[in-house]
């Protein structure tokens, strides 16, 4: 029986943005699942053909789902959402329908599903990006168009005063700003909560304009030293992303070998 996982992604433009942080996940995942295939798709048609246009294959993800569901098997799909929302929700309903035409069918979980899952997270960050003495962090999140900050909030919770979360969408720097300057810090880091630090998130971010993350904490007093390392960079990440594929095959009844 031909088993796959397929690493189920929003996308980023550039090879140089992905390998090093989801592309070190795919080769995590092909370890630790020895038995399986591990392949990527994009849910972003433009920035699949950019990958694609530079010497790394990459389907659109609805694509890849007919292939896959065409070919049989099992399928593992591993979203690198880090919460539940209308992007995960929208893939969890098209391979609700692909279900029966496939021998067996696993879908893990967001990132951030569970409590456990927030303080491990939140351990995760702690321990992989390194700050230097008296700054403070802000975590710069995608954010829901729905719930603006609201998927996160459990995480916020899991995190030291230090840590400050804002989200680009329906959110912005002002209040993770405010919390660093109640706790006393009059330095951050700024960095993206993003699984792949791509070229829009840099910009938005770190750009040098007046409305960038950067620009606007400054405006607010504090000195930001920006750092563009995606989440999947981290390898406390990868494996909590290899654990929750791992409980997702278990459920299912399929073996990880």
């Given at each position: 029986?031909k088993k796959?996982?397929?690493l189920?992604?929003?996308?980023t433009?550039?090879w140089?943005?992905y390998?090093?942080?989801a592309?070190?996940l795919?080769?995590?995942?092909?370890?630790?699942?020895?038995?399986?295939?591990?392949?990527?798709?994009f849910?972003s048609?433009?920035?699949?053909?950019?990958?694609?246009?530079?010497?790394h294959?990459?389907p659109?993800?609805?694509?890849?789902?007919?292939?896959?569901?065409?070919?049989?098997?099992?399928?593992?799909?591993?979203?690198?959402h880090?919460?539940?929302?209308?992007?995960?929700d929208?893939?969890?309903a098209?391979?609700?329908?692909?279900?029966?035409?496939?021998?067996a069918?696993?879908?893990?979980?967001?990132l951030?599903?569970?409590?456990?899952?927030?303080?491990?997270?939140?351990?995760?960050?702690l321990?992989?990006?390194?700050?230097?003495?008296?700054?403070?962090?802000v975590?710069?999140?995608h954010g829901?168009?729905?719930?603006?900050?609201g998927?996160?909030?459990?995480l916020?919770?899991?995190?030291?005063?230090?840590?400050?979360?804002?989200?680009?969408?329906?959110?912005?720097?002002e209040?993770?700003?405010?919390?660093?300057?109640?706790a006393?810090?009059?330095?951050?880091a700024?960095a993206?909560l993003?699984v792949?630090?791509?070229?829009?998130?840099?910009?938005e971010?770190?750009?040098?304009?007046?409305?960038?993350?950067?620009?606007?904490?400054r405006?607010?007093?504090?000195?930001?030293r920006?750092?563009?390392?995606?989440?999947?960079?981290?390898?406390?990440?990868?494996a909590?992303?290899c654990r929750?594929?791992?409980?997702?095959?278990?459920?299912?009844?399929l073996?990880?070998?």
């Open positions: 029986m796959t996982i397929l189920a992604e929003f996308g433009a550039r140089a943005d390998a090093p942080a592309g070190a795919e080769g995590e995942l092909a370890d630790a699942f020895p038995g399986w295939s591990v392949r990527r798709a849910a048609s433009r920035l699949a053909a950019a990958l694609t246009e530079q010497g294959p990459t659109h993800l609805p694509a890849a789902l007919a292939e896959l569901a065409a070919a049989g098997g099992a399928l593992a799909v591993l979203p690198t880090l919460a539940a929302g209308g992007e995960y929208g893939l969890a098209q391979l609700s329908a692909l279900g029966p035409r496939l021998s069918l696993a879908v893990a979980r967001p951030l599903s569970s409590g456990e899952d927030c303080i491990q997270v939140a351990r995760a960050l321990e992989g990006i390194l700050l230097e003495e008296g700054e403070g962090l975590l710069m999140a829901s168009r729905a719930a603006g900050m998927p996160y909030r459990p916020a919770a899991a995190l030291p005063q230090r840590v400050a979360l804002g989200a680009m969408v329906n959110g912005g720097p209040a993770a700003g405010r919390q660093l300057l109640r006393g810090y009059r330095r951050c700024l993206p993003l792949c630090a791509g070229g829009h998130a840099r910009r971010m770190a750009g040098p304009g007046p409305d960038s993350w950067l620009s606007r904490l405006g607010m007093g504090l000195a930001v920006p750092l563009h390392q995606g989440l999947a960079e981290l390898p406390a990440l990868r909590l992303y929750h594929l791992a409980e997702a095959l278990a459920a299912a009844g073996d990880s070998v």
